[in-house]
């Protein structure tokens, strides 16, 4: 696309990816320096949702299993009582976005679940979040979970 004048438009930065990067360059960072943090670097992955797609790519998408509102980052670690974490993420104000409704409906979802459930504006309060997150007792389980009889067994 271009401007008026004919030259051409320049692409919007994308805030909320770049801080999102910038969680996820520290918590390597704490990994590397053993500390309790760190210990969610390798339980945390992103959920690619958003960004522009070609119609195709997103119906492919859409078919394969992508819901809208999925939070940002995943915390496969128990702590706290909880099951993991989702961390809703989004840029440090003001360059922040409005949380949408299919992710506040996320939200209340995983909390409702037995997921900790949070919103963090900005890499600082995503930080405070993962600290404090890591700070808790990892969650026990009792008793013998159940298996599954369908599937194929991957512990051979």
């Not at 918590?27 to 119609?55: D, F, I, Q």
């Not at 949380?99 to 309060?125: H, I, N, P, T």
């Amino acid at each position: 696309a271009r401007t008026a004048s004919g030259k051409p438009r320049k692409r919007p930065t994308d805030w909320e990816g770049n801080e999102q990067a910038i969680v996820m360059r520290w918590l390597l960072g704490e990994s590397k320096r053993h500390t309790p943090a760190g210990e969610l670097h390798s339980a945390t992955y992103h959920v690619p949702n958003g960004g522009v797609r070609s119609w195709k790519t997103a119906s492919a998408m859409k078919a394969q299993g992508a819901k809208a509102g999925v939070s940002d980052l995943v915390i496969r670690q128990a702590r706290g009582g909880w099951h993991g974490l989702y961390l809703e993420f989004k840029a440090t104000p003001p360059r922040d976005a409005d949380l949408a409704d299919s992710q506040l409906k996320w939200l209340e979802g995983s909390e409702y679940e037995g997921y900790c459930a949070v919103l963090a504006r900005g890499y600082e309060e995503a930080k405070a979040v993962l600290r404090e997150y890591a700070s808790w007792p990892r969650t026990e389980v009792k008793g013998k979970p159940r298996e599954l009889m369908a599937g194929t067994d991957w512990r051979k």
